[in-house]
């Protein structure tokens, strides 16, 4: 629909049920525009355009230290405190709107504390009139989540939520744990946030409020992300029924050995560590590992921030080794490679591992050949679909052309995302990629920008990049705003100072 080329089409011939297939799987624009087709158009695309709505408090920052707000910012703040008011209470009021709603998400960073009670009640007032509510998250502390949110939660939608992203942050003498254990279909739970969200996690009260909810998750979660060392209070029930576990900023991860004894069932797993003694840990764990240990992980990812020194890699070849149906790996170190043997070996990783989609990695090194070139060409699976880069290597030898790097990826024809955070200035690729045209390149990200390819038609054959994604998209970069829930996960975790480093 984006090329607007003209088509004939008798609407009536495909069923109803075969059209809302069609326009669910359209992007967010086109299906906007579904609403002026007709009438049955309007009736299939309004529950998707309207089952997720967002509330903003205040305007997220990329660096909390960022406090100063321009006019425009001030302007915006006064519109998004207006939309609020307008949207909650139309959902209170229309009960066909209200039985659209399946999502709501609210960012509260309202460092101008414009926020007051009557905000809090309109959302209170919507809950209670929303019969089918999902998906509930609330990110950052400003305001933090009053309990009577929680609360009306429960009470009116306790049996058909099955996502709650709170990150454990209540109102100071509050404590959300005596709420988690009434959700009885919950699939879902994120107690978790990151440095770039909650820098309020700083304060040691919250991590055992955040250990207290883990104690009362209950026995349905498939998938729960945990802040420090909550995991290791987990119920044992829900462990075993754990299909994703996301660890961030563990204290000490020398018992990680319990999580692949307990959790047979787990697919996917996150470790992003920011404390040097947990990587001798992890590596030891790894290394130990018995072969049949985690035998359905399909997704791993290993994110290390602090600077360790040498990384050991032979614990990754001992516990991926065996592992020909792992999709997604990202593995980002602070380290330079000491020469071409270690540089190769690394690659090496990645290159047992054939059915390999969604790649993250990290070059660094004091000089970039075509040699590496060659060597990554080589190693990097052809069947990827998104790849996350940090690049650190200077200087680039200058025969590496871009055309060389081009070459490289359109052997890669499947590949519709990449992103590469560049912390030296010398591997920019955005105007290589239009030129270029590779054939499912979709999206684009260089450290915090990220724009679409929008493809002209086949008589100008230009391609240009549609509008930048704004900073929150970017940070906070949900499966909704991607499209796809791979390339969220791949850029998960990897915190926005990298993004704009």
Same mark, same amino acid.
């Given at each position: ?5 003209? $088509? ?17 799987? =359209? @992007? ?30 205040? /305007? ?44 709501? %998400? ?17 959302? $209170? ?18 305001? @933090? ?13 306790? %049996? ?19 709420? #988690? ?28 409020? $955040? ?40 204290? %000490? ?5 319990? $999580? ?65 149906? /792992? ?25 047992? =591992? ?18 590496? =070139? ?20 200077? @200087? ?12 490289? #990826?359109?052997?890669?024809?499947? =590949? ?33 920008? /990220? ?51």
């Amino acid at each position: 629909m984006s090329q607007h080329i003209p $088509i004939s089409c008798n609407y009536s011939s495909l069923p109803p049920e075969i059209w809302g297939l069609v326009i669910e799987y =359209l @992007p967010r624009t086109d299906q906007r525009s579904c609403l002026s087709v007709s009438a049955a158009f309007r009736g299939l695309t309004h529950p998707l355009i309207f089952s997720r709505i967002s509330i903003h408090y205040g /305007m997220w920052k990329a660096r909390e230290r960022d406090v100063g707000f321009s006019f425009e910012d001030l302007r915006l703040m006064e519109r998004r405190s207006i939309s609020n008011a307008e949207l909650l209470q139309h959902v209170t009021r229309d009960a066909h709107f209200a039985r659209s709603v399946r999502t709501i %998400s609210v960012h509260a960073h309202d460092a101008m504390k414009w926020c007051n009670a009557d905000d809090i009640q309109h959302l $209170i007032a919507a809950l209670e009139s929303i019969p089918r509510l999902q998906s509930f998250q609330w990110y950052g502390s400003r305001p @933090p989540l009053p309990s009577s949110v929680l609360d009306v939660i429960t009470k009116n939608c306790g %049996s058909t939520l099955t996502e709650l992203s709170i990150c454990g942050i209540l109102d100071s003498d509050e404590d959300a744990s005596r709420y #988690l254990g009434q959700f009885s279909n919950l699939r879902t739970l994120s107690v978790a946030g990151d440095r770039r969200h909650l820098p309020i996690y700083t304060r040691s009260e919250y991590e055992l409020r $955040i250990k207290t909810c883990v104690q009362h998750s209950p026995h349905t979660l498939l998938r729960l992300s945990v802040w420090q060392d909550a995991v290791w209070d987990t119920p044992l029930r829900v462990l075993s029924g754990l299909q994703e576990l996301s660890m961030y900023n563990p204290c %000490s991860l020398d018992r990680l050995d319990i $999580i692949f004894a307990q959790c047979p069932r787990l697919r996917s797993l996150n470790l992003t560590i920011t404390s040097p003694t947990c990587v001798p840990q992890a590596l030891a764990v790894l290394e130990a590992a018995p072969s049949n240990a985690l035998p359905h992980l399909t997704s791993f990812k290993f994110v290390c921030t602090d600077d360790s020194g040498v990384i050991n890699l032979g614990p990754f070849f001992a516990f991926l080794g065996n592992r020909p149906a /792992m999709r997604r790996l990202d593995l980002r170190f602070n380290e330079l490679f000491r020469g071409m043997v270690d540089y190769t070996r690394f690659l090496d990783i990645f290159a047992g =591992l054939p059915q390999l989609e969604v790649v993250g990695l990290t070059l660094a090194g004091s000089y970039f050949s075509r040699e590496h =070139l060659r060597l990554l060409d080589a190693r990097l699976p052809r069947g990827l679909s998104a790849l996350l880069l940090t690049w650190a290597f200077i @200087p680039v030898d200058d025969d590496v052309m871009v055309r060389d790097w081009i070459a490289m #990826l359109e052997r890669r024809p499947s =590949l519709g995302y990449i992103h590469v955070h560049d912390y030296v200035d010398s591997l920019d690729l955005r105007d290589a990629f239009l030129q270029a045209r590779l054939p499912a390149l979709e999206l684009v990200g260089y450290g915090a920008h /990220m724009a679409s390819i929008e493809h002209g038609d086949q008589a100008t054959n230009e391609s240009v990049y549609g509008p930048r994604w704004k900073e929150e998209t970017v940070g906070f970069g949900t499966a909704e705003d991607f499209g796809c829930g791979d390339w969220a996960w791949l850029l998960q975790y990897h915190d926005w100072d990298e993004l704009v480093a």
